[in-house]
Nanobody, 118 residues
Framework: QVQLVESGGGLVQPGGSLTLSCAASGFTFSTYAMNWYRQAPGKERELVASITSTGGGTNYADSMKGRFTISRDNAKDTVYLQMNSLKPEDTAVYYC???????????WGQGTQVTVSS
């Protein structure tokens, strides 16, 4: 079955960096675009970044441009989110996601908590 397992979250000081990983299984990872979303307490889930199936194209929410980098390793069935210059407002649960090609269903991981605080 489809599984997305995020890791790499934690507590970091403002200005610090973290790299999140999402290990995928149960589907042909290399043929799907992948996304990172986040959800802060009391707020709606928002799209952070997307990457095409080959990794040749990426897209970012405006507030993440220049600070976050999405990448993938199709040999390892893993997508990454490198986050630099972190701010307290980046505090959220970060989720890995893709959309099923046939059903159009969203698939989500369990999320990983990122807390930016001094």
């Amino acid at each position: 079955q489809v599984q997305l397992v995020e890791s790499g979250g934690g507590l970091v000081q403002p200005g610090g960096s973290l790299t999140l990983s999402c290990a995928a299984s149960g589907f042909t990872f290399s043929t799907y675009a992948m996304n990172w979303y986040r959800q802060a307490p009391g707020k709606e889930r928002e799209l952070v970044a997307s990457i095409t199936s080959t990794g040749g194209g990426t897209n970012y929410a405006d507030s993440m441009k220049g600070r976050f980098t999405i990448s993938r390793d199709n040999a390892k069935d893993t997508v990454y989110l490198q986050m630099n210059s972190l701010k307290p407002e980046d505090t959220a649960v970060y989720y890995c996601n893709f959309v099923g090609r046939i059903t159009g269903s969203n698939y989500w991981g369990q999320g990983t908590q990122v807390t930016v605080s001094s």
